[in-house]
């Protein structure tokens, strides 16, 4: 099992925030959602990577990245998923801490200061944002509450964590941890396939109440019954390939 080196549990001061955002046909939300991250008080560069859009994301990013000094935008030549777009985020950002964020407006960037206090003053290596911790949340879809905690027990069952959301978005950490991560799913089962791999690493893992303004699919959430079944292959595939 691959641990990281102890030179990790030291507390940060004053870091460098890399936020990774994926983008696809967000252009309803995605300027809103630049302007509150950049409204929060932390040093941070932003990183927007589309992945591939169809309608008008693509102007509104470049404009973006006109206004903002701090903002860099990646554009891929055609749609390959949340987890690829990610991958090419975490290639390219220089931050000391990693956060990563949806491009609509379900999470809420003003609760980066809860996320990060477990890194900054050392306890963790990783914190996942829980929406089932007790934090306001707009009421939706029963039946994916009810397959969320599905993949999240079986998640836990072979990763040995007690996690209440694994498939959250907010998920933070250190930049060390992924030197040297085997990341390789496209799409939304980047999250069971991360979680796989911080749990055979033995990182320390800290998860904090969130906030949770959910979309239904009418409002443009993507996810969908296939990307759970693939979430489950990919529980079961992360548990034998380290």
Known sequence: MVRLRSTMREPLHDPLLSVVIPVYNEE??????VARVSAQPWRMEILLIDDGSTDGTRPILQALADRYDNVRVELKARNEGKGAA??????????????IQDADLEYDPRDYGRLLEAILD????VVYGSRFLGGPHRVLNFHHYVANQGLTFLSNLLTNLNLTDMETCYKVF???????????????GFEPEFT????????????VPISYSGRDYDEGKKITWKDGLSALWIILKSKYDA
């Open 122 to 125: 050392g306890r963790a290596d």
């Open 28 to 33: 309803l939300w995605v300027e809103e959602l």
């Open 174 to 188: 250190r930049r060390e941890v992924l030197d040297g991560m085997k990341l390789t799913s496209n799409r939304f």
């Open 196 to 207: 796989a791999r911080v749990a055979q690493r033995g990182l320390r893992v800290y998860e």
């Open 86 to 99: 990610l991958r090419t985020g975490f290639a390219l950002a220089r931050g000391d801490v990693i956060i």
